[in-house]
């Protein structure tokens, strides 16, 4: 064989093990890059998913976004000397916010363009220490500025409710423009059941003082009927001496005379029945001589009294 040949073998020989070598690498680097393609797309999918159904989510919340929005309109946050009581009778507040962070604008370009337009109304929660939210109320804005307004409760106040906004709001006062219809309906409900009960309770307190009256005047009658038993330690001028002593002391007194005239009558009458008993012995003894004197032809009685037996009887029976 030429040497050329023989040369010419040898690189060929070297350069098959060499693209051996090379297609062995370029195989192995397309299934990393296959494997990685797959990869990839697998991720693509599950991120496509993923986008999907937070797509959902995010729709989801929009929606009830624009729905709360509806219902409960814009908000405002204030801290607890961002409001101040003005008028404790009336309920009127001031808040500080204004036309600047949106409140009553429409509203007060509508006014200053001529319309009669009302401001509108507002409604006041209250954050308490606790952590809990109170509902102050309704309040319509009276005057507002570009960085304060003034609003007053639409409602008279209830005894008492405004002196415990102060601690239903000592965490600050979340303002809304707007509550939800049901929440009004109930809050009408429950406003129209404090008034039926608080006119129960002026309706009680109505009968509570009648009652007082009338007890008043039992006792008054009791005390003039006491008066009358037991007798009157400031007696009017002239008043007789029962009615200073009482009638239970004049029972007494007239009792024990009573008392002693009946023993003043037994008494007597003991002494009516001995006399008649010795008039009766007087009798019979006068009898008994006249029938020891010398009798005349006749044998008649010339007495002609009878001693009354029975009625000895009855005069000594006591009474």
């Not at 307004?149 to 239903?168: H, N, T, Y």
């Not at 001589?289 to 009798?295: A, N």
């Amino acid at each position: 064989m030429h040497t050329l040949s023989k040369v010419l073998l040898g690189f060929v020989a070297v350069a098959a093990i060499a693209a051996i070598f090379l297609t062995s690498m370029l195989f192995d680097t397309r299934n990393e890059w296959l494997k990685r393609v797959s990869t990839r797309q697998d991720t693509v999918a599950e991120t496509k998913e993923d986008v999907r159904t937070k797509s959902i989510v995010v729709s989801d919340l929009e929606n009830e976004v624009n729905r709360r929005m509806m219902n409960w309109g814009r908000s405002w946050e204030l801290a607890p000397q961002g409001i101040t009581l003005l008028d404790p009778e009336t309920g009127e507040v001031a808040l500080q916010i204004g036309l600047s962070q949106g409140l009553a604008v429409q509203e007060s370009a509508a006014r200053q363009a001529g319309q009669d337009r009302l401001l509108p109304t507002i409604h006041l929660f209250g954050n308490s220490q606790d952590g809990t939210v109170s509902y102050l109320g309704a309040f319509r804005v009276t005057q507002v500025e570009p960085n304060q307004a003034a609003a007053q409760l639409i409602r008279p106040p209830l005894p008492g409710e405004v002196d415990e906004w102060q601690v239903l709001a000592a965490n600050g006062v979340r303002v809304w423009n707007n509550i939800p219809s049901s929440w009004l309906s109930l809050n009408s409900k429950y406003q129209g059941q404090i008034a039926e009960a608080r006119q129960d309770v002026q309706d009680e307190e109505g009968r509570l003082a009648t009652l007082e009256i009338l007890n008043t005047k039992s006792q008054e009658q009791l005390a003039r009927r006491m008066a009358e038993l037991e007798g009157d330690a400031d007696p009017v001028p002239g008043a007789s001496q029962d009615v200073i002593d009482g009638m239970v002391q004049t029972l007494r007194v007239e009792e024990s005379t009573r008392n002693q005239q009946l023993q003043v009558l037994d008494q007597l009458r003991h002494e009516y029945d001995a006399k008649y008993n010795e008039l009766i012995d007087l009798l019979q003894r006068n009898r008994n001589l006249e029938k020891q004197l010398p009798q005349p032809g006749t044998e008649s009685d010339p007495s002609g009294v009878e001693p009354a037996v029975g009625r000895v009887e009855e005069a000594s029976t006591p009474r």
